[in-house]
Nanobody
Framework: EVQLVESGGDLVQAGGSLRLSCAFS????????IGWFRQVPGKEREGVSY????????YYVASVQGRFTISADNAKNTVYLQMNNLKPEDTATYYC???????????????????????WGQGTLVTVSS
C-alpha cells in the first residue's frame, strides 16, 4: 500500500523559508514521480512542482520558479520542497502525490489534472503572513 505523509507546514512571515517533507512508503521511487500541489479553500487544487524517480527531472510552475526547490532523498524515502522568499499568496494546504511519471506531469501542468492521481498525503498547512 502506497502511503504519503507530509510535514513541515507552519506560520511564517513573508520573505521567510520553510521546508516541507513528503515521506513515502509502499512504492519503488524509480518507477514513480512525486508532485507537490496546493489548495486554498474555495479554489481548485493546483500543481506546484514534481520530481521524477525515473530520471531525476524536476519541474516548477512559473509562480514558484526560482523560489522553490524540490529534491529527493532515496535513502530516507522522502521528497522535500524547500520554499524560500515566501509570499502571502503561497498560503495554502500543501499535498504530495505519487503516481506514474506521465500522470504526475499532466497533473502538475494541467488544470484539474490532480483528479486522476491515486495516492495522496493528508496535507500540511503553510501560512505566510504579510
Amino acid at each position: 500500500e502506497v502511503q504519503l505523509v507530509e510535514s513541515g507546514g507552519d506560520l511564517v512571515q513573508a520573505g521567510g523559508s520553510l521546508r516541507l517533507s513528503c515521506a513515502f512508503s509502499g512504492l519503488t521511487f524509480g518507477r514513480y514521480a512525486i508532485g507537490w500541489f496546493r489548495q486554498v479553500p474555495g479554489k481548485e487544487r493546483e500543481g506546484v512542482s514534481y520530481v521524477s524517480g525515473e530520471d531525476g527531472s524536476t519541474y516548477y510552475v512559473a509562480s514558484v520558479q526560482g523560489r522553490f526547490t524540490i529534491s529527493a532523498d532515496n535513502a530516507k524515502n522522502t521528497v522535500y520542497l524547500q520554499m524560500n522568499n515566501l509570499k502571502p499568496e503561497d498560503t495554502a494546504t500543501y499535498y504530495c502525490a505519487a503516481d506514474r511519471p506521465e500522470k504526475i506531469t499532466i497533473a502538475v501542468l494541467r488544470k484539474g489534472g490532480f483528479r486522476f492521481l491515486d495516492h495522496w498525503g493528508q496535507g500540511t498547512l503553510v501560512t505566510v503572513s504579510s
